[in-house]
């Protein structure tokens, strides 16, 4: 009995250890970016594609792990079609053609990969670099809050059909299939009259699609790339993005989970890039507004520069601020962390600063971790109304000065970084004394 006893108290303090390093930022009892995710991704060789995907997918086929897919010019999977793709499968896309996948609206993508046997977008060189093909575009029939239901892809791109490339709808629940474990490298194509593709982009997909566990690494245009739609997505990573990590458009109502964007200071586009970017539209003319425009509700997000030098790397001009929120825009985040950027939030400067508008942008129990400045307007210099407003104990928010070694487990690995936070970083914030609501 006594044995017993010791071993419930030892599992107690362990669980209880465990749920204090995980209340924010990224969770997981184990580090779940371990076996499918890959930090070099320029060096492991695939070998020469063995079949060429070219033209239009028009009835359902299934990629396999025995052949390398070679993605030649813009490939589009239509007329309700259901494309499979096997775990472990690669798929090249051509830099000569710069090659690109859509799933057309009504058509489908199971990407169904395991911990294990990820399934690998990736590019045709040797020497890969970003930019060096497409991208992968997944269209629906969810709601977006352009005038009239439906819009279309810009990018360039060449069906053979314009009902190839339209997205939006009526259906929130609409399926456009899988991605899970899944691994996106070295996309992001620029063209002179569209500028840079993205190299995943949802547009009108609804919340019965799975978008889990993919990473986006060395994207030259936006990692993920939502417009419209209700997606749900969950234990996503984008890495050393040159453009944002995140953006959110068109009216989508988006939950992101558990999910991560490490930014380097060293990589970034001639015009700014940042971890996320939350806008209603791009042109308030073209936005209807009877419909509902942008929401995102993010939780246990870890959004994170890494710098040799943060204080150097600010001051010339190399950090820019981790998320901006742009008007008539909705945005909450919670138990989440946010280190190393210059400041950590910006609002649009058409954003009044009223309690409406303030009630719309929500940070509760949030992390800012080395930034300078923590929530600024654009174009003004004192934030202190924004500072007393989020610094707030109502908000639950923490502010802290901690180096990357102090404040995640392991974030210097170069293989198999962990962007926990440390337990100790936890233990001394002021959430110790509410607790309530951790385990929901």
Not at 16 to 42: D, H, R, V
Not at 281 to 299: I, L, M, P, W
Request: charged share 20%; aromatic share 12%; with cysteine.
């Amino acid at each position: 009995m006594k044995n017993f006893i010791q071993t419930a108290l030892i599992f107690l303090l362990v669980f209880s250890t465990a749920s204090a390093q995980q209340e924010k930022g990224i969770i997981g009892y184990s580090n779940w970016l371990n076996s499918w995710t890959e930090f070099k991704p320029s060096q492991p060789d695939y070998g020469e594609p063995t079949q060429i995907l070219s033209g239009n997918i028009t009835k359902d086929t299934k990629l396999v792990k025995r052949d390398v897919y070679l993605l030649l010019g813009d490939v589009f999977v239509t007329d309700s079609t259901t494309l499979t793709i096997e775990p472990g499968t690669v798929i090249i896309g051509d830099f000569e053609s710069k090659g690109s996948l859509t799933i057309s609206n009504g058509s489908k993508i199971i990407a169904n990969g395991t911990q294990t046997d990820p399934i690998i977008f990736t590019s045709s060189r040797s020497n890969k670099k970003p930019g060096d093909w497409g991208g992968l575009f997944i269209l629906g029939d969810a709601p977006l809050n352009t005038y009239g239901k439906l819009s279309s892809l810009n990018y360039g791109l060449r069906p053979s059909s314009t009902e190839d490339i339209g997205f939006g709808g009526y259906n929130s629940e609409s399926n456009s299939g899988i991605l899970r474990y899944v691994r996106i490298e070295f996309a992001g194509k620029r063209t002179k009259q569209y500028g840079y593709f993205n190299a995943l982009t949802l547009a009108g997909v609804g919340n019965k699609t799975v978008i889990e566990n993919v990473m986006v690494s060395y994207s030259a245009g936006n990692s993920f790339n939502i417009l419209g739609g209700s997606a749900i997505l969950e234990q996503l990573v984008s890495y050393r993005s040159s453009r944002n990590d995140y953006e959110f458009n068109y009216g989508t109502q988006c939950q992101l989970i558990n999910s991560l964007a490490i930014r380097s200071p060293y990589i970034s586009s001639a015009d700014g890039s940042r971890c996320m970017v939350v806008k209603s539209y791009d042109n308030k003319e073209d936005a209807d507004t009877s419909k509902r425009q942008t929401f995102v509700n993010a939780e246990n997000l870890t959004l994170v520069n890494i710098s040799n030098d943060l204080r150097s790397d600010i001051k010339v001009g190399l950090v820019q601020e981790a998320i901006y929120i742009g008007a008539d825009a909705s945005f909450a985040i919670n138990k989440s962390v946010i280190s190393g950027f210059y400041p950590a939030v910006i609002f649009d400067d058409q954003i009044q600063l009223n309690n409406q508008n303030l009630e719309k942008i929500q940070f509760t129990r949030t992390y800012f971790n080395n930034c300078k400045g923590n929530i600024y307007r654009k174009g003004y210099t004192n934030n202190d109304d924004l500072e007393s407003w989020y610094g707030s104990r109502a908000f639950d928010n923490l502010y802290a000065k901690g180096s990357d070694d102090e404040t995640f487990i392991d974030a210097k690995d170069s293989r198999n970084p962990d962007f926990r936070l440390q337990v100790n970083r936890i233990i001394a914030s002021n959430d110790f004394i509410d607790d309530d609501d951790d385990e929901d």
